[in-house]
């Protein structure tokens, strides 16, 4: 396995969330650096639309805050602070928040990586620095 080039230092709080859609926001903060996966925190509001969907790669999802329904394949389950469920690639599945008394905050990590995340948030963050600059 291929090692990153260097070390990567960070901290999620300080870094720009972008966008995802309506309730959902994104820190990609490893993807293009660690080879072979694509770690990104997610938040996710009371409400967020449901999105079925699936991908190639295989996924880890940890929820850090908050409570929701996880979906893989039909099967719900229940996640809180502590919880992780495992996604087989090219399964579909989705989060639903519903009934939570904050934003869930969860740690996908991802692999292969995603640089379609990588990719777009470095876009992101340019276009800010772009902006304050």
């Known amino acids: 396995m291929e090692k990153a080039s260097e070390a990567m230092y960070g901290n999620f709080y300080e870094a720009p969330w972008q966008p995802v859609r309506e309730g959902i926001g994104r820190v990609v903060f490893a993807g293009a650096h660690a080879k072979g996966c694509t770690l990104a925190l997610a938040e996710c509001q009371n409400g967020n639309a449901v999105r079925p969907h699936t991908h190639p790669h295989a996924q880890l ?73």
């Not at 389950?77 to 869930?104: L, N």
């Open 61 to 133: 999802a940890i929820v850090l805050r908050g409570q929701c329904d996880y979906y893989v394949d039909g099967k719900p389950y229940r996640m809180k602070e502590g919880s992780w469920v495992f996604v087989p690639a090219d399964v579909e599945h989705y989060i639903h928040v519903y009934d939570s008394d904050v934003p869930v905050m969860n740690l996908d990590v991802f692999f292969p990586e995603r640089m379609e995340y990588v990719d777009a948030y470095d876009e992101f963050v340019a276009g800010l620095e772009e902006k304050q600059g």
